[in-house]
């Protein structure tokens, strides 16, 4: 190991996540810290994610990081939910005010991380064949980071430009007068398609399944309410730190049948033309648990849909009807059922009319061939375990993560797993982080794993590990908590649908932010019970 390079802590990533463990592990505990980042820049979600019309889905100043004063009261937010670009600016400004890039390397992928029993440290090797080693292993690689692109034949033929999503070009693109066709109608294509439909030639989007779209109601912030956002911060963040997904809305404590149809209608009206989540995270307590209450909530949706779309055919093809209400991620969008209203705009619905080959200048549907100048592929990620199985993780006695988890993820608070010492994953599998507003906890699982390694450290301990019953408890708990809602009805990310092969279970921790919060606190509190710590 004389030539391998040595440090306290690796981080691979350096998103939200990445940057605010840095700052912890290097500023706060004196640590020597190295972070390996795939982009050329700091920021993930937000570095990688360019494609017209991204932005926040939840409010820009309840998503910012709460734990510097000095960054509260110097970043101005422009909107109330603010896009990419000012995105990635906040980031960047946030790296520069902890002077964070020196202890990044970018352009860099770890290819593997293998655990050595007998010195109790992880051997990390890079693409760039940069060797390091270190005591602790963080990954901080981001839930929606790994694009998934579907197996659709032909696909490499397509002799015009084509890309995913995620991968949308550094440089400008014009689509302006352009035949485009758009694969997919997910979050990221609502907020894509909404935009580039302002000026393209011809724009054809294939839509799978139809999701529950609301109104996000964005606007400018004023300089006024900029004041009263700086004075509301410590209440903004106590409010997220008490409700279910910590985000500002919160579910009511009341059946959707405790009210009259006509209140519940008045109380559906008020929630949807409110900014944000509260249609969906602030609505009556049993929307997500009862087939009854969700069917209220869905075909008042519905209905939205109908009275905005002209033509009656396409105004059903836009509406949902196999999955209920809420049970997956929520798009907020700003006119975005109006696109189809365009004349130079068309709906293709591939269930009824699948897909069955990319060709040369566009692709064939079972009923028609189409030509493109640019085909997008808005399908989505290998959501929550794609980035991690994208690496070599060997733990104790070589066993590999891939592999244990190929029946499904097992961990303990989604932080560690068994057999894989000195391994943190924030946000990782069957975290409370990964169904959340998710800055809010992220900050929270970071301090979490912080505070744990000053333990550790100052208490000149070589190893913490995951026992296996605690994390099989962890793992049956999730999956447990999730059989009281709707969620395992619809094929989502959130249940690993939506790629083939993957193991169909709940991969996100659906018990609420307080809950989990309390369940860490406790963890931490009982001497880090659950784990097995070695001097």
């Known amino acids: 190991m004389s030539d391998r390079e040595m440090v306290d802590a690796v981080i691979i990533g350096a998103g939200i996540s990445g940057m605010y463990q840095l700052h912890k592990l290097r500023d706060e505990l004196g640590l020597d810290v190295k972070v390996f980042e795939a982009g050329s820049g700091v920021g993930g979600t937000w570095y990688w994610n360019r494609y017209p019309g991204a932005r926040f889905d939840s409010e820009s100043y309840s998503y910012g990081y709460s734990f510097s004063d000095e960054v509260l009261e110097e970043w101005n937010w422009n909107e109330h939910f603010s896009p990419q670009p000012d995105n990635l600016k906040y980031l960047e400004f946030v790296a520069d005010k902890f002077n964070l890039r020196p202890n990044i390397e970018f352009n860099t992928r770890v290819r593997s991380a293998h655990y050595d029993d007998k010195t ?10 940069h060797s390091i080693s270190c005591k602790f292993l963080v990954t901080a690689v981001g839930v929606l980071s790994t694009p998934f692109t579907p197996e659709i034949p032909g696909l490499a033929n397509f ?12 440089e400008d693109v014009s689509l302006e007068g352009k035949r485009v066709g ?3 109608t997910g979050a990221t294509a609502v907020q894509m398609i909404t935009e580039i439909a302002k000026n393209v030639g011809q724009l054809t989007v294939f839509q799978r ?16 309410e900029q004041v009263q956002i700086k004075k509301d911060y410590p209440k903004i963040f106590q ?3 008490e409700t279910f997904g910590s985000f500002l809305a919160d579910f009511e404590e009341k059946s959707a049948f405790d009210v009259t149809p006509e209140e519940r209608e008045a109380r559906y009206e008020e929630l949807w033309n409110e900014p944000g989540f509260g249609f969906w995270l602030g609505t009556y307590e049993d929307v997500l648990t009862d087939h009854k209450a969700n069917e209220t909530a869905a075909e008042f949706v519905r ?25 997956k991620r929520v798009p907020l969008e700003d006119g975005y059922y109006e696109v189809y209203n365009q004349s130079n705009v068309r709906l293709v619905d591939i269930k009824s009319t699948p897909i069955e080959m990319v060709t040369e200048r566009g692709l064939r549907t079972a009923e028609q061939e189409f030509e493109f100048d640019i085909l997008i592929l808005a399908t989505g990620f290998d959501t929550v375990t794609g980035s991690l199985d994208r690496i070599d993780i060997r733990g104790s006695d070589g066993l590999i993560l891939k592999d244990k988890w190929v029946d499904g993820p097992k961990t303990y608070l989604g932080m560690g797993s068994a057999g894989f010492p000195n391994l943190f994953t924030v946000v990782g599998p069957t975290n409370g982080g990964t169904f959340c507003n998710i800055p809010r906890c992220i900050e929270q699982n970071v301090e979490w794993v912080s505070d744990c390694i000053k333990y550790l450290t100052e208490n000149e301990i070589s190893r913490i590990e995951v026992n296996q ?6 793992t049956d708990h999730v999956q447990e908590v999730v059989k009281g809602t709707l969620f395992p009805e619809a094929d989502s990310w959130f249940m690993g649908a939506n790629i083939p092969g993957k193991k169909r279970q709940m991969y996100l921790y659906a018990g609420g932010s307080p809950l989990y919060r309390e369940r860490c606190d406790n963890v931490a509190a009982n001497n880090y019970e659950g784990y097995t710590l070695v001097k």
């Open 303 to 327: 209905n939205k849909i109908r009275s905005r779309v002209n033509d009656p055919k396409v105004a059903e093809m836009l509406c949902p009807k196999g999955h209920p209400f809420g049970t």
């Open 120 to 129: 109790n440290r992880w051997q990390i090797e890079t693409d760039g064949d």
């Open 159 to 170: 002799k015009n430009p084509s890309w995913h999503t995620a991968n949308w070009p550094r």
């Open 209 to 224: 399944t139809a999701n529950f779209c609301k109104p996000i109601g964005n606007r400018p912030i004023t300089a006024e």
């Open 469 to 474: 019953d605690a994390e099989d408890e962890w």
């Open 239 to 241: 409010r997220c730190r």
């Open 182 to 184: 758009v694969i997919g």
